[in-house]
């Protein structure tokens, strides 16, 4: 019988463009898949622990292995492999970021994409799709006393709707709403959004029916609203050149579901539906048109507003945030040096709590859990507070050293002078080091455009964030995407490098 082998210590890949279009343009040298698989008895499959049920999640009665109806799926597809190859084979499993498991499966490290990923016709011109082995619905989850049907939401005000970024669910909306009578609020995941649709930041959540049916059960107080819409195709994906691999999973498939086990699969896991036994949901689509625009003009026009927009947000939260981290870092850089002994104490533990821990949980117990003690923030303001914050801390180190630069016989003068102790901190000692502190607070500056992305999970799209969802949609133009978001990065921090480098000139002078 076929097992699952956690291979869950093994690396995650830096993601690279390159590596998705690997799956386009297959190396002939590389051996055939199936043989392979024949030969050496496993093939690997990659998922996204992280995403959740029903999908992979961890087994709540096993420490350290995994469950989920794609994970017993795999089970089911090895054993009908080493049944028609005739020898035993099993299925490995490779985490990884749900978004780069494309990128993955390019640098062949694994075989097969598995982990509720659509057919789209944009995918389809990159990697090897077989038939569907499941059909989603896409399912509105409103509060009990909230919305009572689709119409009501392109009511005044507008409503707010929380969905998976880059998902079809954003898809449909941006369809369906295309005037913008919604305003959809992207999430890196789902139960987060399902979250905010209880604690009242969203009206409502569209997801996919297995999500929630899955996860309803955590939040008693979502009720499903209106019937599920636009049917999908989950299906596997593998290299573009792996089409006897493919033949054989479409096979194996096709078995399982004439013999009825899929339908025992989903019904155990209470996500079977009428769809799955629609014969137009069941196969591919034939005649999906793909987009004919194409040139560089097609592209900005496409794409070119909306990065520009998100490099807009990334530029309004580093201005907005790095003035405040410096005004807290200069404050606790002086109670440190100079302040009485157990306020250094507590500001040390400060610097070190918030460098010792990472921004990303840091932005989740400001955004996510102070709602529980009746902070509830903006994201917009979350974001800003998140980064003044974690950046007070390293700018505090930063000025810390500089007002040890300055000799101490500095101080003492002034006070001989009949100076106050806050005088001459402002006119003698803090002009002095912030001359001698400039390049380290730019170099972080430039940082702080970067960790503008970490906000994204607060649902603040920024420049990274849109660059993640047009890849996702868009794989076929993620090299000219991936170019001009580092081209726009770069356009924001360079010239705040000459900008420093013509201070330090002056000051110097």
Not at 40 to 65: L, M, N, R, T
Not at 206 to 218: C, G
Not at 427 to 438: K, S, Y
Request: net charge neutral.
């Amino acid at each position: 019988m076929a097992v699952i082998a956690v291979s869950g210590h093994q690396g995650i890949l830096i993601s690279t463009p390159f590596a998705l279009l690997a799956c386009l343009f297959g190396s002939s040298a590389r051996a055939d898949t199936l043989e392979r698989v024949k030969e050496q008895g496993f093939f690997v499959w990659g998922a996204d622990e992280e995403g959740g049920g029903p999908y992979v999640y961890p087994d709540p009665s096993a420490p350290g292995q995994r469950t989920g109806f794609e994970v017993e799926l795999a089970v089911m597809l090895a054993s009908e492999l080493g049944q028609e190859l005739g020898r035993s084979v099993e299925g490995r499993f490779l985490q990884g970021s749900w978004e780069k498991l494309p990128d993955l499966l390019g640098t062949g490290r694994i075989d097969i994409v598995l982990n509720g990923y659509e057919w789209s016709p944009e995918r389809a011109r990159l990697m090897a799709a077989t038939i569907p082995y499941y059909v989603y619905d896409l399912q509105l989850l409103a509060r009990n006393d909230g919305l009572q049907g689709w119409e009501r939401l392109s009511a005044a005000p507008r409503c707010k709707v929380g969905v998976l970024g880059g998902s079809a669910a954003e898809r449909y909306l941006l369809q369906r709403f295309s005037k913008g009578e919604v305003e959809i609020v992207n999430y890196d995941g789902n139960t987060n959004a399902m979250g905010d649709a209880v604690s009242g930041r969203l009206d409502a959540t569209l997801q996919d029916f297995p999500i929630a049916v899955f996860y309803r059960k955590e939040f008693p107080s979502l009720r499903f609203v209106g019937e599920p819409v636009a049917p999908g195709r989950y299906v596997l994906y593998l290299r573009k050149d792996d089409l006897s691999f493919r033949d054989a999973l479409d096979r194996a498939i096709l078995r399982l579901r004439e013999a009825g086990a899929l339908r025992k699969l989903y019904e155990r896991y209470s996500i079977w539906t009428s769809a799955q036994e629609n014969p137009e949901l069941l196969k591919l689509p034939s005649d999906a048109p793909l987009s004919r625009e194409a040139g560089v003009k097609a592209f900005f026009r496409k794409h070119g507003l909306a990065l520009l927009e998100a490099a807009g947000m990334t530029v309004f939260l580093s201005v907005a945030s790095f003035p405040l981290a410096i005004f807290l870092g200069l404050l606790v850089a002086l109670g440190r040096r100079y302040g009485p002994r157990i306020l250094s104490l507590a500001l040390t533990l400060y610097i070190e709590v918030l460098r010792g821990t990472p921004f990303m949980l840091q932005l989740f117990v400001i955004f996510y859990l102070l709602p529980s003690v009746g902070i509830l923030l903006d994201p917009l303001l979350a974001a800003i507070l998140g980064l003044a914050i974690n950046y007070s801390a390293y700018e505090a180190e930063i000025y810390r050293a500089g007002l040890q630069a300055v000799p101490e016989s500095q101080m003492e003068a002034a006070l001989a002078l009949g100076m106050s102790r806050g005088l001459a901190l402002r006119r003698i000692i803090i002009p002095q080091a912030a001359r001698i502190v400039i390049p380290p607070v730019t170099n972080d500056f430039i940082a702080l455009f970067k960790d503008t992305s970490v906000c994204s999970v607060i649902t603040v799209v920024e420049l990274t964030k849109r660059y993640n969802i047009s890849a996702m949609n868009y794989p076929s133009e993620i090299l000219p995407l991936a170019a001009l978001t580092a081209f726009l990065y770069l356009a924001m921090s360079y010239p705040l490098s000459l900008f420093a480098a013509y201070m330090e000139r002056r000051l110097q002078a």
